[in-house]
């Protein structure tokens, strides 16, 4: 299974970004999905989840401005970010735990290679 991220760039504070990421491979389901960030000099750090059932969970920092969803026909993750910070800039992550194969077998956390968004103030 590969994970392959879209959609970073460089946006003035305020400004808004969408993220995709689309996992690719034998899928039949993918249990969770989210988004993960690591920002200069930090460590990575949970933005957002959301289960195959659409249950969706935030980090305290992104909350009322980012919004998290999937698609599971197409086995994607979206993440709209709104009202932008410079305290956002980092390469964000996206993660699909809980896979379960055409074939019936599971594989856990894997990670898409990370894309940069960079918040100008």
């Known amino acids: 299974v590969q994970l392959q991220a879209f959609g970073g760039g460089l946006v003035q504070a305020g400004g808004s970004l969408r993220l995709s990421c689309s996992a690719c491979g034998s899928i039949f389901s993918i249990k969770n999905m989210g988004w993960y960030r690591q920002g200069p000099g930090q460590q990575r750090e949970l933005v957002a989840t959301?289960?195959?059932?659409?249950?969706?969970s935030y980090a305290d920092s992104v909350k009322g401005r980012f919004t998290i969803s999937r698609d599971n026909a197409k086995n994607t993750v979206y993440l709209q970010m709104n009202s932008l910070k410079p305290e956002d800039t980092a390469v964000y992550y996206c993660?699909?735990?809980?896979?379960?194969?055409?074939?019936?077998?599971?594989?856990?956390?894997?990670w898409g290679k990370g894309t940069l968004v960079t918040v100008s103030s």
């Open positions: 959301i289960t195959d059932i659409g249950i969706t």
């Open positions: 993660n699909a735990d809980r896979i379960r194969s055409a074939w019936g077998d599971y594989s856990f956390d894997h």
